[in-house]
């Protein structure tokens, strides 16, 4: 993949797993869906990184301008298998020959007594920080009812549009967007809507 002309880094996660199968230096143009991600690329040495200007997804990479023409072009995406898809659809739209390497797998987070204690046991203003349609599909597989129900009651702070539609269909009555999936971002909105509520 390093050697394509161009290789995508779908997340931090993408560049640390890939990272360590081997070092991240090639030929290819990189490109980072998000600062979070140009970031990890940094701490490897990769600093010549395509980042969305704006917005911090897949669609604000695509709008760089930097995968315009992509006609010929050899893309490698980097990630983990069940992603969204959206950039290997446009990129061969675009006239790319896109192929996906995967360097690592998600797996739902197991919650235990632990966990659904700590739920059972929310007062007060609640914020939920989601930074994925994923996260909170896993999060609402893994409670039980009366735990969702606690969970959906709180207010919600998501990473995008697509996010705080997903939420919505999920029950959160209370939904706000944030600039991006960064944790810095989501706490900003976190603080912003307290501030004036």
């Known amino acids: 993949a390093l050697q394509d002309d161009l290789v995508v880094f779908t997340s931090p996660a993408a560049v640390r797993f890939a990272a360590r199968l081997a070092p991240l230096h090639g030929r290819a143009r990189m490109a ?10 940094a701490r490897h040495g990769v600093t010549d990184v395509v980042v969305p200007a704006t917005m911090h997804n897949s669609e604000g990479l695509l709008a760089h301008t930097a995968l315009d023409d992509m006609q010929g072009r050899a893309v490698a995406v980097i990630g983990a298998p069940a992603g969204r898809g959206t950039l290997q659809q446009v990129l061969r739209q675009r006239g790319a020959d896109v192929r996906d390497v995967h360097v690592y797998r998600r797996v739902p ?17 609640v914020y939920m920080l989601l930074s994925s349609v994923e996260t909170l599909g896993c999060l609402r597989a893994a409670l039980e009812d009366a735990d969702w129900q606690r969970i959906v009651a709180a207010r919600a702070v998501v990473s995008s549009g697509r996010v705080r539609v997903a939420a919505h269909q999920a029950g959160f009555k209370q939904v706000k967007v944030a600039a991006s999936a960064l944790g810095a971002d989501l706490l900003a909105r976190v603080v912003q809507w307290h501030a004036v509520s």
């Open 32 to 41: 980072a869906v998000g600062a979070g991600t140009a970031r990890a690329l």
């Open 109 to 125: 987070a197991r919650l235990d007594r632990r966990h659904r204690q700590a739920v059972r046991g929310l007062r007060g203003d």
